[in-house]
């Protein structure tokens, strides 16, 4: 397939470019560098089946020729980075959205939406099944990011509707791996960073608040059975285990070996208390559930963070 994905050169973007690539598909690959890093896919360079372009999907664009699937994976996607680009980061879950989704339907290509958990704000309902509606402040500090997806949804569910568009939509729980960003802010990167550099660990409330936590590589692998399926509801994927914050914070502590004290601090508004999804459809549907123990994928981490963070 010819398959164009945006936010390509994102921490998961790229890794999905890298599957896609593996299975033999041609990939066209957009990124305007907010937070994606060229160095994502500096080893792509001479593949011939990739191609990349500095794109903001926001602003109009157009791509020649037969396009078979279009996965949109474009966002800032962690707090610190949605609330510095808040306004980009409502532009590309609406205007970013509606072009991919035009492109798809102008090419009767197969689009595949890169939603989030955070589309249930802090839960209720506890875990979160895809049927739950959610808890969002539609106005608070996080609203740029949970409000951009949820729209996001609702113009892909429209477009299905209404167009008979070809359309998957993912939900991502907490995703770790290889090629996150040191200061992307979030809780796995902040404590291997913190800990390889010998800084005190932060922890934001009393640490009781829960994650769930899934290896990239996992990750992938649902993206690309969902998209291969037949299944075009809203679908949950990442690891039904769950820790809590202050188990992950001994269990980073533990695991590089760091003399960092663990520090709290107040816990931000809205900040979900718990957050663990329910994988029945993934696991039923798909055939797919999560292989790697945190402490496998921890120490796959670490040791990518130790090649690039200076202590």
């Known amino acids: 397939m010819r398959l164009v994905v945006t936010g390509a050169a994102g921490f998961l973007?790229?890794?999905?470019?890298?599957?896609?690539?593996?299975?033999?598909?041609?990939?066209?690959?957009?990124d305007n560098f907010i937070t994606g890093r060229p160095e994502n896919l500096a080893h792509l360079a001479t593949v011939r089946r990739f191609r990349f372009v500095e794109q903001d999907v926001s602003q109009p664009f157009s791509v020649p020729g037969r396009v078979d699937g279009v996965l949109?994976?474009?966002?800032?996607?962690?707090?610190?980075?949605?609330?510095?680009?808040?306004?980009?980061?409502?532009m590309v879950g609406s205007y970013g959205t509606h072009r991919c989704l035009a492109l798809a339907q102008e090419k009767k290509?197969?689009?595949f939406l890169a939603s989030t958990s955070e589309v249930y704000g802090d839960p209720l309902l506890h875990p979160q099944p895809e049927s739950y509606w959610g808890n969002?402040?539609?106005?608070?500090?996080r609203a740029m990011y949970?409000?951009?997806?949820?729209?996001?949804?609702?113009?892909?569910?429209?477009?299905?509707?209404t167009y008979g568009t070809d359309t998957r939509i993912v939900r991502i729980f907490n995703t770790y791996g290889p090629r996150m960003r040191p200061k992307d802010g979030r809780v796995?990167?902040?404590?291997?960073?913190?800990?390889?550099?010998?800084?005190?660990?932060?922890?934001?409330?009393?640490?009781?608040?829960?994650?769930?936590?899934?290896?990239?590589?996992?990750?992938?692998?649902?993206i690309y059975r969902l998209f291969l399926s037949d299944r075009s509801d809203p679908t949950n994927l990442g690891n039904a285990g769950e820790f809590?914050?202050?188990?992950?914070?001994?269990?980073?502590?533990?695991?590089?070996?760091?003399?960092?004290?663990?520090?709290?601090?107040?816990?931000?508004?809205?900040?979900?208390?718990?957050?663990?999804?329910?994988?029945?459809?993934?696991?039923t549907e798909l055939g797919w559930e999560p292989k790697v123990p945190l402490e496998d994928g921890l120490a796959r981490t670490i040791q990518y963070f130790r090649t690039i963070v200076s202590s």
Request: hydrophobic share 35%.
């Open 136 to 141: 969002v402040n539609p106005v608070g500090p």
């Open 13 to 30: 973007g790229s890794h999905l470019v890298d599957r896609l690539l593996a299975e033999k598909h041609e990939v066209l690959g957009f």
């Open 188 to 222: 796995v990167s902040n404590f291997i960073v913190q800990a390889l550099r010998g800084e005190p660990i932060t922890i934001y409330g009393d640490g009781r608040q829960s994650r769930s936590f899934c290896y990239v590589s996992d990750l992938v692998e649902g």
């Open 244 to 283: 809590t914050v202050a188990e992950l914070a001994d269990r980073v502590k533990a695991m590089t070996g760091s003399r960092s004290p663990i520090v709290r601090k107040p816990l931000p508004q809205d900040d979900p208390k718990v957050r663990r999804p329910d994988i029945t459809f993934a696991r």
């Open 146 to 161: 949970d409000e951009a997806k949820r729209f996001a949804e609702a113009i892909t569910s429209s477009y299905r509707r």
């Open 109 to 111: 290509a197969r689009f």
């Open 72 to 90: 949109h994976f474009a966002s800032p996607a962690s707090p610190p980075d949605y609330q510095q680009w808040p306004i980009e980061t409502l």
